[in-house]
């Protein structure tokens, strides 16, 4: 059974190709993903919470920064 994160990269890889056939940067891409992203958890989500996670990703994303593990 795939996991949420496989098909997700599975679609990206997929979009990614699509996209330059169509001369779309990949950068335009990936901002059309996080809106259709946030527009999906706005509908079960409260807004603290999306931006919690958000600020999550924020905070990590030096790979080569201090790593936190849990989001709160």
């Known amino acids: 059974m795939a996991s949420a994160n496989e098909i997700a990269r599975q679609k ?3 979009a990614l190709s699509e996209a330059q056939v169509h001369r779309i940067p990949a ?3 990936g ?3 996080l809106e259709e992203v946030l527009n999906l958890y706005r509908k079960n989500r409260p807004l603290a919470d999306i931006a919690s996670e958000l600020q999550f990703h924020i905070d990590n994303l ?3 920064g201090d790593q936190v ?3 709160p």
């Open 12 to 14: 990206m890889t997929a």
């Open 27 to 29: 950068d335009v891409l």
């Open 31 to 33: 901002r059309a993903f």
């Open 62 to 64: 030096d790979p080569d």
């Open 69 to 71: 593990f849990m989001r």
